[in-house]
Each structure stands twice: as C-alpha cells, then as structure tokens.
C-alpha cells in the first residue's frame, strides 16, 4: 500500500508540473501571440504592457518566464487583473464558497437518482421499465445543461412564477449560508436540479451497465449458490463490487466541478462563483484571471484524481495489495 | 459539460470476441442484421440525416423561403403579415414598455420563429447555425479519431519505449481538465489580433476551424485510450503474430491486419463522440469562446437569446431543442451501432 | 430399497436465443443415494453443467424454458418457492465452480465469505462463525488458517482458492456437493490433490457428491456410478467398472481413447474424437452420434435410440447396435487391449 501512495504521489507531481507547463506554453508562447499585449486587457496603455513585460520576464528565456509565473500564481501571490485592478488569488477564494454550494448540493441529488434509477433499470431488466429509464438517462445526457438552466428559468421565474407552483422562487442571486440558510436553499435548488440532470442520466448508465456486467461473474453465482436472498447477493455483492467504478468516476466529476467545472450553470443561474467568475474574465479578456483559475483548477483536480486513486484501492483490495 | 469515458460505459472492444464467428455468419454481417431490427436505432439514424440535410440546406430557406439575409442586421425592416405591414423590432415590448422587441414568431414563411435583438430571421439563423455547429462537431471528431488512431496504432503496435511516451503524454493530456484546456486554447487563439500563423497555415480568429481544432485536440486522449488498448490486444493475435513470422513489414501488418479491426471500435464511438464534441462546442460558443461572430452556431444563438428569455424565449429556445434533438439522435444511434457489434449479447430475447 | 436422495424425471432445459431454440438439456433421468458419488461425463455443450444449474435452480437468464421434476428428498424443487429453494442451496446442496479464480468475490476476504453464509444458514453468535470458518479452512489443508482468514482471494494460489470454494461449499454440512469441473482450471498436480481431498471430505462428511467432468480420468478414481453425457442426453449409464471395462456407446469409446495411456505404444496413445457436436437448436433426425460414429448404419440415421439396459444390472446405453456387435466392433476398432482386461 505504501509503494502504491509513492508511486501515485510522484504521478501527480509530475501532472501538476506538466499541466503547470502547458499552461505555460500556451498563454506564454504559441507562436504569433504577445503575452503582454493580451495580459494586458483591452485598451491598454503603453506602460502597463512594459510592466508586464518586466514583471514576467518576457524579454527573457523560457525556463525564466516559467519560473517568474509560477511564483507571481504561488509565492507572492500578487497577480493583478488588468481588467478590474483588482488581485485575483483573494477574488478566487471568495468566490469558492459559492460554486462549492452548488456542487455539493447537485452532487448528493446526482448520487441518490442515479443509483435510484440505475439499480431500477438493473433489476428491472427485461420488462418496459429499462428501457424507458434508459431513455430519460439518454435523453438527460444529450441536454445543454445552460440550455436547461434557461428553460427552467423561463419557467420558474418568468412563464410560471406568478402561479402557485413557482411563486416562491427567489430572484437569480446566491445568498451565503451563514446568512440565510432558508434563502441559501431557495436559491440554490434549481441550479442543483439542474446541473445533476446530465450526471443522473451518465452515472445512472454507467451504474446499469457494471450492474449486469457484474450479473454475470463467477462469484454471483457463487453467492446465489449459498443461498443468499437476492436483496443481499444485489447488495452487498452486485452493487458493491460495480461502486468501484462509479465512486471513483464520481471523485473525478466532483472535483472537476468544484474546480470551475460548473461554469456554465453558474453563468445561467448568476451564481458568483469561480466558474461565473472565469466567465465574466472571458468576455473581458482578462488572461490573469483566466491563467490563474485554470492552474488552480486543474491543480484541484489533479489533486482529487490522486484522492480517487486511494479510495479506489481502499475499495479494491486487488489494487491495494498488487 | 459531457463527461465522454467509453471504458466506463464500457465500449471496449475484445479483438478476440468481435472477431468471432457467430453459428457460420460474420460478425459484421450479424451486427448488420441486429442493427436494422433495432428500430430505434435506424429512427435515430433517420434523424440526424435529416438534422444535416436541413442544415445544409440552409441558403435554399433564406433565398427561396424566408428571404432574407440572416447575418445582416435588419432593424428598422418591415414584414408584411395578413395583409398588415408590421415593424421587426417593436418599440416597448418590454415589461416596463421601455426599450425595443424583436417580433415573435409568425408562423410563416418570414420570421417563422421571429427575430433576434438585430432584426434577423431566427429560423434561417438557427439552419445556419446548425450547419456551423454539425461542422464543428463532425469535423472536430474525425479529427480526434485520426489523431488518437495514428498513435494508438504507432503506441500499441510498435510497444516499447514509444507506447510508454505517447501514453505517458496522453495521460498528461487526460489529466488536463478538458474544458480548461479548451478555454485556455481559444482565449489565446482568439486574442491573437492576426489570427494563428504555424508555418503555411494561416488561421484567423473567426474562423471555424479553430473551434474545430481545438475541440479536435482536446478530445485526443479520450479516443487513443480504447482504442491503444485493442491495437496491443490484436498485436497478440495469431494472425499478427503469423505475420511476423512470414517477414511482413510493420507498415504493411498495420494496415492490412489491425487496422481494419479496430474500425469497429473507431465507428461505434464515432457517433457518441460527435455527440459529446456538438455539446462541446455549443458550450464553448455559449461562452463567447467558440464560434465567432459573424459566423453562427446554436450555442451562439442561445446566448443571443439569453437577453431575450423572457420576451422572445423562442430565439432561444429553438437551437437548444436542435442541439437536444441532435445529440439524442446520436446518442441512440451509438448505442444501437454498440449493442449491434457488441458480442456480449450474442444471446439476446427474440420478441 | 431407500428412497433416493434426488431424482431427476425427464428434465428438459432449453434457451430461446436469435437463431431459434437451444434444447440444451434433452429429456434425461437419472437418481442418486445418499452418500453415493456419480460422475457426468461429456463434451462442453453437452448440458452436464445445465443439468446441475438446473438442480440449484441456478439459471438466471430469462430465456431459460424448463419441463421435468427434480425430487430431492421426496420434494419436487423446481416447485419450490424462491425462499424455500434458498433454504435447501448451500445448506443441503452446495456446488463448487470451475474457475476457483472468478468465484469467489474479489472485494471480500475469504473468511467474511465463507461467514456470510454460515449466517445465513445458522444462527450463529459472533465469534462462532469466525471459529468455525477457521476449522474449515484448516479442514481443507489450507496452512495457518488463522492468518489466511484475513487475505483476499487473489492472494490465493488458484488451487488453495479452490480448497476455499470447497470449504465454503462443506460449510453448512451439505447432503449433495455439487462439483462443476473442480479441477479443470488447475495444475495437474494440484488436480490430483483437490480429487483427494473432495474423497476425503466426502468420506467425513458423508455428503453424496455428482462430480461434473469432461475427463473420463478423472471419475475413475473417485465415481460409484458413471452418467455419459452427449448433446443434451444421456448415452450410456453404469457403474465404474461397467463404463471402464465393458463400454456400450461409440461415444464412450471416444471419451475412454482420448485419455492418454502411457501404457500403449505412442502412435495409440491418445485418439480424438472427430468431428463437432450437434447443433442443439436443429438436431439432426436419429442418433445424435450419428455424424460422428463410425459405426453408424441406416436405422441411426432414422430412429433415435433410447436408453435401455441391453446389458442388464443397471448399465443403461442408448445404440442401436447389438451388444455382441458393439463388444466385436469396439474391441477390434478403437482398443484391442479391451478384450484382454474385460
């Protein structure tokens, strides 16, 4: 086990500085681009680009520039949007809370309908429930989530809300925890809803296919063969072996989410978080804000992989003791 | 974002079953066979062909049904609707009666689906659009696969210290979050003032091919990983190894052994991967990131409806209900392609 | 005599598939006593598995059809409601895979496996079950059983996982042990060791036990009774010493050539049968034998032949030839050494 935390300890470092250079590589030297032209904003004045260009190094080699970002993103810290003048490490940490709101809360939902639904379609096989299960997941995947967060805008706060079903529906906002926690959840519901639909449907898929897939094992049989009633062989030897895959599919997403991922369906719902804030960076051009939140996310997210690749083994022991 | 994991839906494919004789008929023949009986599958299909016939046939609706030009803006343009001659952006339509409203939809031939804030035919914009976005996503997927098939076939093929650096960078690629990725790319490509320059190519920022590309390149690894695996599975296979003894060059077992059997691989995940790179793509122009104006793509028109929601929701509306249609159709198709070539089910209910 | 611990009446067992009806089990009967060893012999495909699935009710996929009974200790089991047929598998029949290395769960070790199902079936205190579980590992040679509880089944060697299928199956004192091609999986040597050791155990716990096989070999040793088994149907029946010394079906010839003989001059050593088994879903009219024996004649191809004693005391077979043609053909054609042992 310890071998196997090294080994994957030492992948990560090596992913992290990889992602680190390709970030790098990208805003700092694809070919026929200045970095400090587009660092800079839009409109920018003549000084602010020789001030970039000192600050980065860029009249400098490569392997200098890439230490001078890495230490303006980790040591110092001072990495100031040109759009906004404002620095953009605290302004990332404000806006966390937010998206991790909406990423808990869509995750619990996602979890509870899709092994809902996917043990359903499983031992409902054969009969017309499957199919039709299967066909909402489909239908669940192949939907725009901005799309849906739109239609269910529409709905809630525009077509609907003067009728009884949807009066109740606060304005598009987020309001902290802390503060309100009845607000918080009002405001939060339909975002949650919405962003778990495409996850409901891909993990309720993916649960059906391992469940059947595991059906069909040697052990199964063994473990009807001891005359085990189905609820434990479905239990405690189908779904706890297919888990495997979908727990640590589900570490990935989560942190894939948590690390900007929900961009979009905070873009739709005007939910001030790290995505809203990538987006609202976009449209302005503002590369620090944009550079910095895509090394901070995929450093999250490299992060959680290597926490997946541990609950994997701990929940595998093939893995664990190989 | 779509998530696409074939391993985990559990599209990989066992050279060894796929290329089993089932009761004296070809594989290809059986799947054939299973394929047409599924009707949904042959529904979707239809679908989708008639998704991209009427997407290309785009210039025919606004010549000859609409006419109208759907890239100009037309806003102090008039239509003539049963007799009464209306104006296409209406004065204090809003809730507060302040500001302008596009015309809703007139259910006929002009404005079928109403107009946007600059006076253009919704209905022509959003055929328009789908051309641009099928584009994207056909072109980006093929681009994808033919990539990921030239080094899984280099990888898996030659093994060695090859397969271990280009699955090593691969995986690098894979643990690059993939929508960062692509948003990183296109901030850089489209803040480039003179487009992208990498040798004879010359890539200005509107153009579609970046969206393609970078949609293309992003989607890489997603592909390699199945198919890498079957190509060293294959390499294992008596008639590769037959091959070899018989002194057949690499070049030549590549491409008359292995290469015809992954195609089964690479066509079962075509349909779900342009599926996944259509999404991609409507995000990405939802986000401004994509395709550029004046060029059009149902993500582009969903954000110039989002300023309309609550007045014109149809502006909207309609090209999230292509890209649904769309993507579902391909969707069910790439599940039908792979229970069809799936030799787990050689079994199946009859009935 | 006794009433027999299972009786199995005209069991038909088929699968609707795509290319029509599979009838994988063809109307077969047979018995077995208490503490008595029988051995089905056959090709795969040739329903002996389907048989013993059939008995644990063990097939789950919905496309099975069956017809027959199956009388286990004066019960008909396939009338047996789900909760009542749980009660009789692993606590009065238990079976025993052919593949140690896929079945036994990869999550779980092998001492919470073989707990779960003395819990199912007992009523155990804590504690108790561990206990017990430990005794069987040890009862099945498996060395310091008090460490090895713990492991996982991959950290078993393929032959020490099968003892612990085998511990698993004894763990509730099973009436009938059903073994599915137990060694079939494994190394030579260990094959002989898990033959053994099922000998043993059948001795101290007194179990009867059908031993599933497409190994003539490996019954010789151990089988009281010997069924053989082709495309779904019973050819030839009887005991050891009939099957092995005096054998009735063409069939049975094949199956005793293809058992390597040291003793033989090298060119005779081992003979193959040629030719594929029927397909099960067009049998073809008459013998199923037929397109493979060489002695088939006209009426094999127009009449099916039943099993009957022709040779008396209990040895069933199922030819149409004469059983003076068949000892003269068969010791002129396939082993000429038969004549002299007989």
Redesign the interface.
């Known amino acids: 086990m310890l071998a196997f935390i090294v080994r994957r300890l030492l992948w990560m470092a090596?992913?992290l500085f990889?992602?680190s250079v390709?970030?790098f590589l990208?805003?700092f030297a694809?070919?026929?681009?200045d970095p400090a032209?587009?660092m800079a904003g839009r409109n920018p004045s003549a000084e602010t680009i020789k001030s970039i260009k000192h600050e980065f190094g860029l009249d400098r080699s490569l392997p200098v520039r890439y230490g001078l970002m890495m230490k303006h993103m980790f040591i110092t810290r001072d990495l100031i949007s040109y759009g906004s003048h404002t620095r953009v490490i605290p302004e990332i940490t404000s806006a966390a809370p937010v998206t991790l709101s909406l990423v808990f809360g869509a995750a619990i939902i996602w979890i509870v309908f899709s092994i809902l639904f996917g043990v359903a379609a499983a031992v409902l096989r054969?009969t017309v429930f499957d199919p039709l299960l299967m066909?909402l997941a489909?239908?669940g995947?192949?939907?725009?989530?901005?799309?849906?967060g739109?239609?269910v805008?529409?709905i809630t706060?525009?077509r609907l809300h003067d009728s009884f079903l949807f009066s109740w529906v606060p304005p598009l906002g987020y309001t902290p925890l802390t503060q309100d926690p009845f607000m918080w959840f009002k405001q939060l519901i339909f975002p949650w809803l919405t962003l778990s639909v495409?996850y409901i449907g891909?993990y309720a898929?993916?649960l059906r296919?391992?469940l059947i897939?595991t059906e069909s094992e040697d052990y199964i049989r063994t473990a009807r063969a001891k005359g085990l009633s189905e609820r434990r062989v479905l239990f405690r030897h189908t779904l706890r072996t297919s888990m495997i895959?979908f727990v640590s599919?589900f570490g990935l997403?989560f942190a894939?989410l948590v690390?900007?991922?929900a961009?979009?369906t905070e873009?739709v719902f005007g939910l001030p978080g790290v995505g809203l804030l990538?987006?609202n960076s976009?449209?302005a051009?503002d590369?620090p804000v944009?550079?910095t939140t895509?090394i901070y996310?995929?450093f999250f997210?490299?992060l959680a992989?290597a926490l997946v690749d541990l609950v994997y083994a701990w929940l595998d022991p093939r893995v664990r003791l190989a | 974002?779509?998530?696409f994991?074939p391993e985990?839906?559990?599209i990989v494919f066992d050279a060894e079953e796929t290329g089993g004789d089932i009761?004296g008929r070809s594989p290809w023949a059986l799947a054939g066979r299973r394929l047409v009986r599924n009707k949904l599958a042959l529904a979707a299909l239809a679908l989708f062909v008639l998704i991209v016939a009427v997407s290309f046939a785009a210039p025919l609706y606004s010549n000859y049904v609409a006419d109208t030009d759907p890239f100009a803006s037309n806003i102090s343009g008039t239509v003539t609707l049963n007799g009464k001659t209306e104006p296409v952006l209406q004065q204090g339509g809003g809730k507060l009666g302040l500001g302008e409203t596009p015309i809703g939809p007139t259910w006929h031939s002009k404005y079928f689906l109403g107009a946007d804030n600059q006076g253009r035919d919704v209905a022509a914009r959003v055929l328009y659009g789908g051309r641009a976005s099928l584009e994207i996503g056909i072109g980006s997927a093929l681009l994808a696969s033919a990539i990921a098939l030239v080094f899984a076939l280099v990888a898996g093929f030659f093994g060695g210290w090859t397969d271990a650096i280009i699955s090593r960078v691969m995986?690098?690629i894979w643990?690059?979050?993939l929508?960062?990725?692509a948003?990183?790319?296109a901030?850089?490509?489209?803040?480039?003032?003179?487009?992208?320059?990498?040798g004879f190519i010359h890539l200005s920022a509107g153009s579609l091919w970046v969206p393609l590309l970078i949609i293309g390149l992003v989607y890489v690894p997603y592909i390699y990983r199945p198919i890498r695996g079957q190509v060293l599975s294959l390499r294992e296979k008596e008639f590769v190894e037959a091959g070899i003894a018989q002194g057949a060059s690499n070049f030549r077992l590549i491409f008359n052994e292995v290469l015809p059997n992954v195609a089964s691989t690479v066509i079962v995940l075509m349909p779900l991967m342009i599926?996944t790179t259509i999404?991609t793509e409507?995000?990405l122009s939802?986000?401004?990131?994509g395709v550029q104006p004046p060029q059009a793509s149902w993500?582009t028109i969903?954000e110039d409806?989002?300023s309309l929601?609550?007045t014109r929701?149809w502006v909207?509306?309609a090209?999230?209900i292509m890209?649904?249609l769309t993507?579902?159709a391909l969707?069910?198709l790439g599940?039908g392609l792979r229970d069809a070539l799936d030799p787990r089910s050689k079994?199946?209910?009859?009935g | 005599m006794a009433e027999p611990l299972l009786e199995v009446r005209d069991l038909k067992v088929s699968?609707?598939?795509?290319?029509g009806i599979v009838r994988a089990v063809d109307g077969i009967s047979f018995t077995l006593d208490e503490g008595e060893v029988l051995g089905i012999v056959g090709e795969s495909g040739s329903g002996k598995s389907v048989t013993m699935m059939t008995v644990m009710r063990l097939i789950t996929?919905?496309?099975v059809i069956y017809q027959g009974s199956i009388i286990y200790k004066g019960r008909d089991l396939m009338g047996l409601s789900r909760d009542a047929m749980r009660e009789v598998r692993g606590e009065e029949i238990a079976m025993i895979f052919q593949d140690p290395m896929t079945s036994l769960n990869p999550v779980y070790t092998v001492g919470w496996q073989i707990e779960e199902q003395l819990n199912e079936h007992n009523d155990l205190k804590k504690g108790q079950a561990r206990r017990r579980a430990m005794e069987l590992l040890a009862q099945v040679g498996i060395p310091k059983p008090e460490q090895r509880i713990d492991d996982y089944p991959h950290q078993f060697s393929g032959g020490m996982r099968q003892r612990v299928m085998i511990a698993l199956a004894l763990s509730c004192n099973p009436d009938l042990l059903i073994a599915d091609e137990p060694t079939t999986a494994l190394d030579v040597t260990i094959q002989a060791q898990i033959l053994e050791l099922i000998k043993n155990l059948k001795r101290e716990f007194g179990s009867a036990v059908v031993l599933i096989t497409h190994d003539l070999g490996v019954v010789a040793d151990v089988a009281d009774r010997i069924l053989v088994m082709y495309a779904g149907r019973i050819v030839e029946e009887g005991n050891k010493e009939q099957i092995f010394y005096d054998p009735q079906h063409p069939y049975t010839w094949g199956l005793l050539g293809s058992i390597a003989r040291l003793d033989r001059p090298r060119a005779r050593r081992l003979t193959a049968i040629a030719g594929q088994p029927p397909s099960l879903i067009n049998r073809p009219q008459g013998c199923s034998f037929r397109t493979r024996c060489p002695q088939a004649f006209d009426r094999c191809r127009a009449e099916d032949p039943q099993l009957t004693a022709k040779v008396g005391d209990g040895h069933l077979d199922a030819c149409h030839l004469s059983v003076e043609d068949k000892r003269e053909r068969r010791d002129k054609t396939i082993n000429p050494e038969l004549a002299e042992t007989a």
């Open positions: 090596l992913v990889a992602i390709l970030v990208i805003f694809t070919p026929g681009v032209r587009q054969g066909i489909l239908i995947i192949s939907i725009p989530v901005f799309w849906l739109e239609v805008n529409l706060q525009s495409l891909f898929r993916v296919a391992n897939e895959t599919l997403d894939v690390g900007g991922g961009l979009l873009v990538t987006f976009l449209t051009l590369l944009i550079m895509v996310a995929a997210i490299t992989s | 974002m779509a998530v994991e985990a839906e559990g009761v995986d690098l643990a690059f979050p929508y960062l990725l948003i990183s790319l901030t850089v490509l489209l803040t480039a003032p003179n487009g992208l320059k990498i599926a999404l409507s995000a939802y986000l401004s990131i993500g969903i409806g989002q929601l609550y929701p909207a509306i090209p999230g890209i649904v993507v579902l969707n069910v599940d079994v199946r209910v009859k | 699968f609707r598939t795509e290319d996929d919905p496309n």
